[in-house]
T-cell receptor, first 113, second 112 residues
Framework: GAGVSQSPSNKVTEKGKDVELRCDPI?????LYWYRQRLGQGLEFLIY????????KSGLPSDRFSAERTGESVSTLTIQRTQQEDSAVYLC???????????FGDGTRLSIL | RKEVEQDPGPFNVPEGATVAFNCTYS??????FFWYRQDCRKEPKLLMS???SGNEDGRFTAQLNRASQYISLLIRDSKLSDSATYLC?????????????FGKGTRLSVIA
């Protein structure tokens, strides 16, 4: 597809379970970004990858959050032992490089019961 | 001072009105600037880049004021469909953990 693809679109899970969110960036985009957006709030930056490397992981909210990227393509964001406060839309974006416009996927709406 | 600041609004304007939003930024070395539009419960979508000389796309005009460190978005002849939240994005300080910083957005409601 031409755009950023995220899966699943929606995820409902019980507190304490692990979840894995996937992002397929636009082909050829070297930079990939993860954001979290709670209802009615702004974008909260989580992490970004340049190639397969994440220069800085300090945006991740806690050690329950981790992310990886392989083949300079697909990225997964994993949340372990989910808490109700993790409920949000998780958005992925990609760009040709630093300081270039970012293009967003539709997001994954995560609900923790 | 926050890196990127926007008036959250809401701006409630009648159809056909002209409305302008500003976005201030703290990093004087910022080089890249963008405006995004986000509809309710949707992802942000790139509206336009902001160039030093200012640029126009139909009813939308974006301008950069480096001296005062702000960018602006002007919407002429507002349509009901322009109702959305408008986010600005600015190059981040080199020491930061992300290349671009987004503002929290300005909400616009165009009323019939």
């Amino acid at each position: 597809g031409a755009g950023v693809s995220q899966s699943p679109s929606n995820k409902v899970t019980e507190k304490g379970k692990d979840v894995e969110l996937r992002c397929d960036p636009i082909s050829g985009h070297t930079a990939l970004y993860w954001y979290r957006q709670r209802l009615g709030q702004g974008l909260e930056f989580l992490i970004y990858f340049q190639g397969n490397s994440a220069p800085d992981k300090s945006g991740l909210p806690s050690d329950r959050f981790s992310a990886e990227r392989t083949g300079e393509s697909v990225s997964t964001l994993t949340i372990q032992r989910t808490q109700q406060e993790d409920s949000a839309v998780y958005l992925c974006a990609s760009s040709f490089g630093d300081n270039q416009p970012q293009h967003f996927g539709d997001g994954t709406r995560l609900s923790i019961l | 001072r926050k890196e990127v600041e926007q008036d959250p609004g809401p701006f409630n304007v009648p159809e056909g009105a002209t409305v302008a939003f500003n976005c201030t930024y703290s990093n004087s070395a910022s080089q890249s600037f963008f405006w995004y539009r986000q509809d309710c419960r949707k992802e942000p979508k790139l509206l336009m880049s902001v160039y030093s000389s200012g640029n126009e796309d139909g009813r939308f005009t974006a301008q950069l004021n480096r001296a005062s460190q702000y960018i602006s978005l002007l919407i002429r002849d507002s349509k009901l469909s322009d109702s959305a939240t408008y986010l600005c994005a600015v190059t981040a300080p080199p020491s930061g953990n992300t290349p671009l910083v987004f503002g929290k957005g300005t909400r616009l409601s165009v009323i019939a």
